[in-house]
């Protein structure tokens, strides 16, 4: 019975299930409010005929009160013949009907105590009327009568039978108030029973609907919500999905039944994701193994979470027109690595190929073709997936089965996402193997181009220095003897000599900025300033310049010879400028911006026109040939250096007089040393060193060797 009873509660449904609850528990507690509702009802009817029949009582006091006002004032007026003792016969007469009527109506309900009421009444009136006749005898003097009839004792009799009757009727009255009161505490008892019954009633009801809604819904949620909470650590720690102990049929089984189709559903793509994502790593990162360790990776995976036999990648070789096996799954890529399979053994290899589609087969045994006579390896089904690269077709993934498999049973979206990591495998090789090549090809190409510049410079310098040598010589030899016409020439001849030679060396100097692949270090701005100014002492002296350098200058990742080079022009350059200032004064300085740090090198001098301040980068651009001379290409120099960094150089607009120029270089990390305050005013010592050789090169018109300073 008892496993009838839980199998029939099981198959309720979660509604039915809380309608019964709500009957089990509420319908006791609402019979039971019921019941004490109409046991109030019946008190508060008591209590209401309590209240009549204590009216009642008084109002019959006050009938007895009347008929002993009537008999006082009837003796008092005999004996003394005075009206006054007739006030209160006067006064009850009115009294005693509507008093008599109300205490008859109040008494309904008592059987036979209203007509007894009335009849008493009707008995009193007698008497009040006999008494007027009695005073109107005495108010005649006919005093015998009235002597006679109180003698005769009629009128005591007729006042004590009233007395009795009034008597017995409270008496009667009090009865039934007694009975009231008893039958009252009863009631009053019944219902504070009641109330202790319903009240443990009702929590045993109550904790008997709170088990079954436990059983039946919240003790289910519970176990769900665990179930749910506990799902992600499941997956964190490669365990299982847990069944849930739910074995109700109604809405939360078929949750908790949908839920362990979900979680397993979850672990599944998981598991899935997992060697898809196992996939792109390798082929994001090449093993040593290279794109053969890939695609075997991905095949082994393939035969794992597509519950294959076998899976091959196949690439179609067209020159050849046939199949070449570059990857199986286990043992089978040591038998059929590299191997060549016919195009029409694998005919849905072939439809996959042709429609860039999927393609399932089936039965593949009963295929008894001669070009598929080799269906050990076919099996019974095969699902091919296309090897898309860029929507063009290179081959196929196909995974092989031993038993009949349906087409809708093999994971498409899975088999998709394995085709198109082995895809994209194939073509990373591709396009690496293609790039390799090329780089190759270009570095050969670059190799050669350097070799013919060598070779054009050396070609182009020759004759320039050979024409600079004889003219030189011609004006040593026979300048005195040549007019000043031929004598310009012959110097002009020497100059367009000097230039081409200088053409050619700074022209090899630009190219040769960052050829070597050296790696950066790390350059103090600061002790570079300092030697740059050192090795232009005599200039700075001789000039009257004073230079002014800000202390704490952030390191930079650099090539000390570059960065040199760059102070070092862009430092000659505000000296040549400067020849004709006033008070020439060059300020050095520099901050953090980000993860640069911006210099700036100003001046005082004429400055650069606002149109021209890009112009000055570009090579062989002299903007004053006749004050300052140099071949033009040093600042071109400081900007392939600065750029080659990441960096970046301009001229700064200024509002007056002078020049400035900024550039950025790659700061390198935190400050290694405490910031010094900048010296706004602090003076560079002027040094008296011979500079023979500054091996320099400037920004505006002169250039020297570099080679010294980057063999450095």
Not at 92 to 107: G, H, N, T
Not at 157 to 174: C, H, M, P, V
Not at 282 to 306: K, Q
Not at 639 to 662: A, D, K
Request: charged residues 25%.
């Amino acid at each position: 019975m008892r496993e009838l009873v839980n199998l029939f509660w099981r198959r309720l449904r979660v509604q039915q299930k809380a309608f019964v609850i709500l009957l089990v528990v509420f319908v006791p507690v609402v019979s039971a409010l019921a019941w004490h509702a109409s046991i109030i009802d019946d008190l508060l009817e008591m209590q209401a005929q309590h209240r009549q029949l204590a009216t009642a009582r008084k109002q019959v006091l006050v009938l007895r009160r009347i008929a002993v006002d009537i008999e006082d004032a009837f003796r008092g007026f005999l004996l003394t013949r005075q009206e006054a003792f007739l006030i209160p016969l006067g006064e009850a007469e009115p009294k005693f009907e509507p008093v008599a009527a109300q205490a008859a109506e109040l008494v309904l309900g008592i059987p036979g105590l209203a007509q007894d009421i009335r009849d008493t009444a009707i008995r009193l009136e007698s008497l009040l009327e006999s008494k007027h006749v009695l005073i109107s005898q005495v108010r005649a003097g006919q005093a015998d009568k009235v002597l006679a009839y109180v003698s005769s004792g009629q009128g005591i009799a007729l006042s004590d039978g009233l007395r009795e009757d009034f008597r017995r009727i409270q008496d009667r009255l009090d009865e039934r108030i007694h009975e009231l009161d008893e039958e009252r505490e009863a009631l009053a008892k019944r219902v504070f029973a009641g109330l202790l019954l319903a009240v443990f009633g009702g929590l045993g009801l109550g904790l008997v609907g709170a088990r079954l809604l436990a059983k039946s819904i919240t003790g289910p949620l519970a176990t769900l919500q665990t179930s749910v909470a506990a799902l992600g650590r499941e997956q964190a720690s490669g365990q299982e999905p847990q069944k849930i102990a739910i074995g109700s049929l109604d809405e939360i089984g078929q949750l908790a039944r949908a839920y362990e189709d979900m979680a397993e559903r979850i672990s599944r793509q998981v598991r899935e994701l997992e060697a898809i994502i196992a996939v792109g790593g390798a082929i994001n990162a090449l093993a040593p193994d290279g794109l053969d360790g890939v695609l075997r990776r991905i095949t082994d995976h393939a035969v794992e979470l597509l519950q294959a036999d076998v899976c091959l990648v196949l690439i179609r070789d067209e020159r050849m027109g046939c199949w070449v096996v570059e990857a199986a799954s286990g043992q089978w890529h040591d038998r059929l690595h590299k191997s060549v399979l016919l195009w029409e053994e694998l005919p849905v290899s072939v439809k996959a190929f042709e429609t860039k589609e999927p393609a399932c087969g089936e039965d593949l045994r009963l295929d008894l073709r001669p070009e598929v006579v080799r269906r050990n390896l076919i099996g019974e089904s095969m699902f091919a997936v296309p090897l898309l690269s860029q929507g063009v077709p290179v081959g196929v993934l196909a995974l092989l089965r031993e038993q009949k498999v349906s087409g809708h049973a093999w994971n498409f979206p899975l088999a998709r996402g394995f085709a198109d990591a082995a895809a994209i495998a194939i073509s990373n090789a591709r396009l690496y193997e293609a790039t390799h090549q090329k780089e190759q090809g270009l570095k050969i190409r670059l190799r050669r181009l350097e070799q013919q510049a060598e070779m054009l410079a050396h070609d182009l310098k020759a004759p320039g220095e050979r024409m600079e040598g004889m003219a030189s010589l011609l004006l040593t030899e026979y300048g005195a003897r040549l007019d000043e016409r031929a004598a310009r020439w012959l110097r002009m001849i020497e100059q367009n000599g000097k230039d081409l030679t200088q053409r050619v060396d700074g022209i090899l100097a630009v190219a040769r900025v960052g050829s070597r692949a050296e790696a950066v270090e790390a350059v103090d701005p600061v002790w570079v300033i300092e030697g740059v100014l050192k090795a232009r002492a005599g200039e700075i002296e001789e000039g009257r310049i004073t230079v002014e350098v800000e202390r704490g200058l952030p390191l930079v990742a650099g090539h000390r010879a570059y960065v040199r080079q760059v102070f070092d022009n862009l430092i000659s350059n505000a000296i040549k400028f400067l020849a004709k200032s006033p008070a020439p004064a060059i300020t050095i300085g520099g901050r953090r911006e980000g993860e640069q740090v911006r210099f700036w090198i100003s001046d005082n001098g004429p400055g650069i026109p606002a149109n021209q301040r890009e112009r000055v980068f570009e090579p062989f651009v002299r903007l004053t040939p006749d004050a300052a001379g140099g071949s033009g290409i040093g600042l071109t120099i400081v900007r392939r250096i600065v750029e080659m960094y990441g960096g970046r150089i301009w001229v700064e607009p200024n509002e007056g007089p002078g020049c400035t120029i900024s550039l950025t270089l790659p700061m390198l990390g935190e400050l290694t040393r405490e910031q010094e305050p900048p010296l706004s005013a602090q003076k560079v010592e002027r040094l008296s060193l011979p500079n023979p050789q500054a091996g320099t090169v400037d920004g505006a018109g002169r250039d020297g060797p570099i080679e010294e300073e980057m063999s450095r």
